[in-house]
């Protein structure tokens, strides 16, 4: 498999200039001139990218995903517009005020590595507060002249009452527990621990029953148990099973291609176990989430290489890395270790 060297040249977000933010497009201009391992310039040649916009910190949560096939030119550029690819994603959906956020760039599936965004992005944010006050009285234009109204409390009754002793020090407080006059101690659980009341228990699942996984705002169920090994399908074969994030859509594709045999994506399709008959093997944003939660899963291994339903091209599937999360192509009729899941 050839490796490539990606230098970016320019990474921006175009603002029409007659209108200030209010005419801001959703998407990112980027650029970048692709090489070989020799350094070789690539001209005019067919690449993938697969751009990740991640939230929190390099290795956070996952909130946008496209793929761009493309070509470079006779100067070996690339250039993209990040929110335009394809994907199952809406790019207008990301609350850049909830940063920051890291972008993750990957070319023909190797991954050329994680970046915080800083400004840039923000312009798109700043279309939506453009008009918003800031909080500061001072800063209103024609403010009321407010001289001569009453400033301070005189009301007789509320300085008989008890609220009247009420300090900053208390209200900051408000939020803690009490124990006698003092705030007791506050716990947040940490992942696998619950606390209720005054109780403090495990919530890491049962092994022996479908487990929960986070996943876009809702669950995904991975059979704890059934991990086996077996090919992604048929090499020369296009199934149409693209899709980042609905392993269903892409294993009923795959199955409906490949036919009868012993493959991942039938393996799951066929499987009935548990109470559930609606087994199917991860996509690839989803087995991501799969690994990043993987503390959850009694039987998976770290050092093996995991199938996803998502087709790279007619001879490669992707798989997911369990030892760093990298995401690479595989032969289709290579081994790998595969898990199911399921949705309600």
Known sequence: MKKYIVYIVTLLVFMASSAGFSQAPQGIKYQAIARDAMGTVLTNTDVVFIISIIQGSADGITVYN???NTATNKAGLVTLTIGQGETGN???LIDWSNGPYFMTVEINGIIMGSSQLLSVPYAIYAREAENVFGGDYNSL?????LSGYITDESDPLFNASV???ITSSDTARWNLEYSGTEPAVKYDAGSGIDITDNVISTSIPDPDLPVPVKFQGSVIYVHPFFIR??????NNLLTGATSDDDGLANTEKIVAVNGEGTYAAKACYDLNDLGYDDWYLPSRVEMDAVYKQSYLLKYLSYSSHYWNSTEMNK???WKVNFYNGAHTTDFKTQVNTFVCIRRD
Do not use: C, R, V
Request: proline share 4%; no cysteine; aromatic share 8%.
């Open 66 to 68: 496209e793929t761009h």
């Open 90 to 92: 809406d790019f207008s």
């Open 141 to 145: 234009t024609n403010k009321p002249d």
């Open 163 to 165: 609220a009247s002793g």
């Open 229 to 234: 090994s077996g090919t992604w399908g048929l």
């Open 315 to 317: 001879d490669n599937g």
